[in-house]
Each structure stands twice: as structure tokens, then as C-alpha cells.
């Protein structure tokens, strides 16, 4: 049985929650893309985890596995390994041989060109972890994959190729200093050293290989996608986008399965009640137009902790967007959505969601491809009654009926319009303060 989770907006919907939820009936948690640019936080018996990289099953005694979709920063993964273990946790983590690995020159040419874009607008707000560098290596062919590291002679061949090119890159191009993250001598070090520990500890495995195995003998696995499916290369608001899929498809090629394992599973879309955003990009539905706005999309912020994990910037806020929604659950083939933070709109005065766009006077209920074109969409807003303040603990506990008439309503619009039953709803941030409706591990 496989399940796999999928940010249905632009990230940050809160899917470690529900990871870390249903990952209690998987063995073994995958992350199929991305790197240490996302941000889960866990809270797990009233203690806060704040992970980038490791796996969120992690926090709960499974296997993590960074699949070879992932590109994988080997300082900020030992750092939250020793940071795990100094809090008592002893969590067993596994790269994928064929991942690729973010080298200091990655993430220094990440934050050199965001600068030069921003000469042309053409800032992405990246959170400059080199992400996007490291994924051009990989399509480029001159990238240093977790299994060179195992293997000094190899490294060396190729940092001696790749080096001498990105020294030229930040001073013919940029015309900038290299530093030492164009010491070949130095990184041939550093990183044969954590190809030591990698190969010690055997963490380093064929993840396909990995998983067949633990299939066959009857593991649980659950794929859990970082970022979300408008940040995602091929189905987002390019160029505004992060390097990797993070929607369902990735799972089979970030990780080694087929696609049939995937789509035999349950595909989780989670969605939050409202909308944020990270960096740069349209927004039809956000909140800015006015005093109002802005007051209603800083009590929703403050509220709802919308502070990137990662940078801790402040998110832009705005209504929950439908034609996303539709597009979202196409991508990936959404089996199921869970509603995350239905208790921040509780006590607003109004609460609204954009059910469609309109664009050149047609109504659109879906998106358009191009950046430029959803830029134009105006929102076509449809109003909800407001839902109040509750005991939120205590609707946890008593389950669906509990939650307020007004705040089912909107439950009921979504599961309704996306074609997909709810699975879950979260009123808070810890993981008893959710809903259950249905475990997807045992469909
Ligand atoms: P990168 O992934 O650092 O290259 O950033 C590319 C875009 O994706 C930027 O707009 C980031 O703010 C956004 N982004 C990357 N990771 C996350 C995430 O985990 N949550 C939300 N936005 C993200």
C-alpha cells in the first residue's frame, strides 16, 4: 500500500502534520524531490521539530528516504541528524545513491543570480539553499550524485571538471570573487569525509532497489511531497517555480517505483483553508486591495504562524483559489483532499473563496498556462457565512459533526468541487488537533 501526500497550492499547507499523522501505519517515508528549501514543522507529545531535509516520519521511528529526486545539502542533513539524536531521537535516514548533491557552489551561484535578476524583475525569491543551481548540474550532466561521495576517485574527476567552471561562471560572467566554495582541494575533503560517514552509518542505498524489497515484504510506504503543485517546474507558474515536481508524478521518478505503484495507491492532495505565498509570482485571490485587505490578510498571518519555516519571511495571505484547486487535483490525480487551519477564518467578518477567474470577459474555472495570463485573472469571489470561534481541542475529539454548520458548508463547496472526499480536517497545529474522517492506509 502506498499513500502519497501532495501541496495542492504553493507550498506550505501544513503537510507534515498529516504525514506525521498517517505515517503511523507506513514503515517508510519517502521524499521524492526538493531539498532543504522546504519546511515542515512537527509537534509530536507537545515538542517542535523544525525539519528541511530529514523526512517528518523521521520524528516517529520510520524510515526516511531521500529518493534520488531529491537534491540533498549533506551539511544541513547532518545537522538535523545530530540535532535529532541531541533530542533523543535516533532517526534512521537513507539517500538515494542517484540523488544529487548541493555543493557550496550550488547555493552561492543561487543568490548571485537571484541578484542579477533582479536587474530585470525577474527575481524568483528563491530561498537561496542552491537548490535550482544544483537541478541545472543534474539536466546538465555535471552534477555529484550521493553515490560519487562514496567513491573518492570519482569525486575528484569530477569536481576537477565542474569547479574550474563555476569559478569562471562567478568571475568571467558576474564578475565577482570565487571563495572557497571553489577549493577543489577543500570540497574533495570536506566531501569524501561525508561519503565516509555516509558509507559507516549505511545510509547510502539503490532506492528503487530499496523499496521493491520493503514492498515485497509488506511495508506500508508513504511518498511525501515538499513545496506544492503552483511551485512545481512543469505544472507551476513558471518561472516562479522551485527546480523539481512536487506533484504526484514525481513520486514514481523521484524515487524509483513505477507509476501504476503510485497510482494504485491513495494520492492525498492537501489543501489549506486560505491561501499564502513565498516569494514572488500572481496571486488573483490575494488579500492587498485595500485597508481592509491588508488588516484581514495580517490577523489571518499572525493567526496562522504564515512565516516561512526556512527563511521566516512574512507569506503573502489571500482566499483560498478554486481554479488552483482544479488544476491540483488534476496534476496528480488527487484520490482524497485534507483541509488544513479551518480554525484561523473562525470569527471573521466575512470569509470568501474565488470560485472562478474571470479573463477578457470569459469566466474560467480553470488556470491558464502562462504566468502572464493568470496574472490577468480577476477573482470571482463567492461568499460563505463566517463560522465562530470554538473549542477546537474539543471538535477534534468529537469529530465531523462538531465543526460549526457555516465551516462544513465550506468543507462540503471543495470536497464537492474537486470531486474528492475529505480525509481529514486540521483545527490547530498539533497532530491530536485534527479531524478524522478516513485513514487513507486503510482504503
Ligand atoms: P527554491 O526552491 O529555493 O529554488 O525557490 C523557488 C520558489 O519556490 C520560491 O518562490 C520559493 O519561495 C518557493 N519555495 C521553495 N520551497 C518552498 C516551500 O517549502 N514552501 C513554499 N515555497 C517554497
Not at 105 to 115: M, Q, V
Not at 379 to 395: G, H, R, S
Request: contains cysteine; hydrophobic residues 35%.
Amino acid at each position: 500500500m502506498t499513500v502519497t501526500i501532495v501541496g495542492s497550492q504553493l507550498g506550505d499547507e501544513g503537510k507534515g502534520a498529516l504525514v506525521d499523522l498517517w505515517g503511523g501505519d507506513a514503515d517508510i517515508v519517502v521524499r521524492y524531490q526538493g531539498g532543504d528549501n522546504a519546511g515542515h514543522t512537527v509537534v509530536e507529545d507537545g515538542e517542535e521539530y523544525k525539519l528541511s531535509l530529514v523526512p517528518s516520519g523521521a520524528v516517529r521511528d520510520k524510515v526516511g528516504v531521500l529518493g534520488n529526486g531529491c537534491v540533498i545539502n549533506p551539511r544541513t542533513l547532518f545537522s538535523e541528524i545530530d540535532d535529532l539524536r541531541e533530542r533523543g531521537l535516533d532517526p534512521d535516514v537513507r539517500l538515494a545513491k542517484r540523488a544529487h548533491v548541493i555543493m557550496p557552489y550550488h547555493r552561492r551561484l543561487d543568490n548571485i543570480e537571484e541578484e542579477a535578476k533582479a536587474d530585470s524583475d525577474l527575481t524568483v525569491g528563491t530561498t537561496g539553499r542552491g537548490i535550482g543551481p544544483t537541478y541545472e548540474d543534474k539536466a546538465g550532466r555535471r552534477g555529484i550524485r550521493v553515490g560519487d561521495l562514496l567513491d573518492p576517485d570519482v569525486l575528484r574527476q569530477r569536481l576537477e571538471y565542474v569547479v574550474p567552471q563555476k569559478q569562471a561562471l562567478i568571475e568571467d560572467v558576474y564578475g565577482l570573487e570565487a571563495g572557497e566554495e571553489c577549493d577543489v582541494e577543500a570540497l574533495v575533503e570536506e566531501y569524501t569525509e561525508i561519503g565516509r560517514r555516509l558509507r559507516e552509518d549505511d545510509m547510502a542505498v539503490n532506492c528503487g532497489d530499496f523499496l521493491a524489497e520493503r514492498r515485497e515484504a509488506g511495508d506500508n510506504v508513504m511518498f511525501e511531497g515538499a513545496q506544492g503543485t503552483l511551485i512545481d517546474i512543469d505544472h507551476g507558474s513558471y518561472p516562479y517555480v522551485t527546480s523539481s515536481n512536487p506533484t504526484a508524478g514525481g513520486a514514481a521518478t523521484g524515487t524509483g517505483v513505477g507509476p501504476t505503484v503510485v497510482g494504485q495507491g491513495e494520492v492525498v492532495g492537501i489543501v489549506k483553508s486560505y491561501l499564502s505565498r513565498v516569494g514572488e509570482g500572481p496571486m488573483p485571490t490575494e488579500l492587498k486591495d485595500d485597508d481592509r485587505d491588508e488588516e484581514l490578510a495580517d490577523f489571518i498571518r499572525e493567526k496562522g504562524g504564515e512565516f516561512g519555516t526556512v527563511t521566516g519571511r512574512p507569506r503573502r495571505i489571500g482566499w483560498l483559489d478554486m481554479p488552483m484547486l482544479r488544476h491540483a487535483a488534476r496534476v496528480s490525480g488527487f484520490t482524497g483532499i485534507a483541509v488544513n487551519h479551518l480554525d484561523v477564518l473562525a470569527g471573521l467578518d466575512e470569509v470568501k473563496v474565488g470560485h472562478a477567474y474571470e479573463l477578457e470577459g470569459d469566466e474560467r474555472l480553470t488556470m491558464p498556462a502562462t504566468t502572464e495570463r493568470w496574472g490577468e485573472c480577476e477573482p470571482v469571489l463567492k461568499e460563505f457565512d463566517t463560522w465562530p470561534e470554538v473549542d477546537w481541542a474539543a471538535v477534534a475529539e468529537e469529530g465531523y459533526d462538531a465543526i460549526p454548520d457555516a465551516a462544513q458548508d465550506y468543507l462540503e463547496y471543495l470536497s464537492d468541487e474537486l470531486d474528492v472526499p475529505i480525509y481529514a480536517v486540521g483545527v490547530g497545529p498539533g497532530r491530536e488537533q485534527t479531524v478524522h474522517i478516513e485513514n487513507p492506509f486503510d482504503n
